[in-house]
């Protein structure tokens, strides 16, 4: 006598299979799905179509379902952190690739609020505790010329993973099993704070972008650096472009704080930093921020302040570490600076703090959402036709 659909024949047993499997992929999605739905949140705003510009309202209720790509391997969301910790983990991971761009270079289903939000720094550290439980590393060394250039990697639906050799500076590819796995995503050190901001529903690459439109000249060095444009996706990745519209749009202090007043306890900051803000810093080559070097070199995002203000933990990509340094913490590291071998005891040896920003505005584009044609046809509006104009382009690759 049988006993249900075990003992069926091939074809029952396939059937049993493929209820299986359709239970499996049901319980995964239902990680990353609220307890219940909130009546009051429009079904509009529950949909990938709500991708797009609104004021911010109630905020923690909106919910976007899961990327349709997920797959058994999926590293599940953290079960201690709060919903909306785990709101952007589902946005985040996993990438895709329909809506992969320039502007998204991952495809993360992220949201994008006009209007102020009001718990924005909230929003940015459980984007930036999101992709520190990623396990996002450093793409490349130091220095080098091709840092970042794996970055559509991580969204491309392709299964190869690509890691950097500091030592030898050389990467290596390794196939895997399933595509776009977290092991491909890699960063330089400004991605984070980009990242988080949109992550958080900022959409900081659309506000530097229009912020271009306003000033290209600002970006350009009126000319000398003409490839410095958003049709570029290392325009978004230069540290010293973040800089300038933090300077231009959002709040900046331009703080030139040495090691030494970093760790004299009656030294206050020319402005208190808080969490969630956007810290700026030199790096090995330019030890008080006053060097020669004087641009912004490294970045990273506030997690804590003592009770000066001043900075105690951030978060930020480097070479040798998980994404969250305290500022004082010993890294006992050699670097070559100038032809000399230096050594550096601790983190705030290292990385001098330059200044620090937060978005204190929100973005509100009187014209809609900028867009690449819009930046296209104005380069192409502006574009020099001069011999001099060549010469000074060609001269500064």
Known sequence: ???????????????????RGILAVVALCAVCQPAAADPTEPSSLRTTA???ARADVATTSLWLPPAYNVHPRRKKPNPDWDLLTRQLYCYSYPSSPPLQSMLNPWGEQAPIYTGPISDLPRRI???AEVYRYQGVHFDGYLGSEDDGQH???AADGRNIAVWGDNERK????VIQSLPDTLDERCWICVDLPIFALNLAGFPIRQAMMAHFMESPSLYTDNGAFPQNVPLDPLFFRRVENLRKYLRAKQMFSEDRITTGQF???NYRPPTPFRPGDIVLMGHYKDFDGKGPFDVAKHSGIVESVDGRGMPVRLYNMRTSNSLLDRYDAVIAQWRVNRGHRVYFHRFS???PIIGHGRIIHPFEPKAGMPTVEQVRALLDKDKPTTRTGTIRTVSTE
């Open 151 to 153: 970055l559509f990697l």
């Open 125 to 127: 550290l459980a984007a």
């Open 1 to 19: 006598m049988t006993k249900g659909i075990s003992a069926f024949s091939t074809p029952g047993r396939r059937f049993q299979q493929i209820v």
């Open 349 to 351: 040896d290292r990385y």
């Open 50 to 52: 709500s991708v797009t």
């Open 170 to 173: 050389t990467y290596r590819t």
């Open 263 to 265: 760790f004299d306890p």
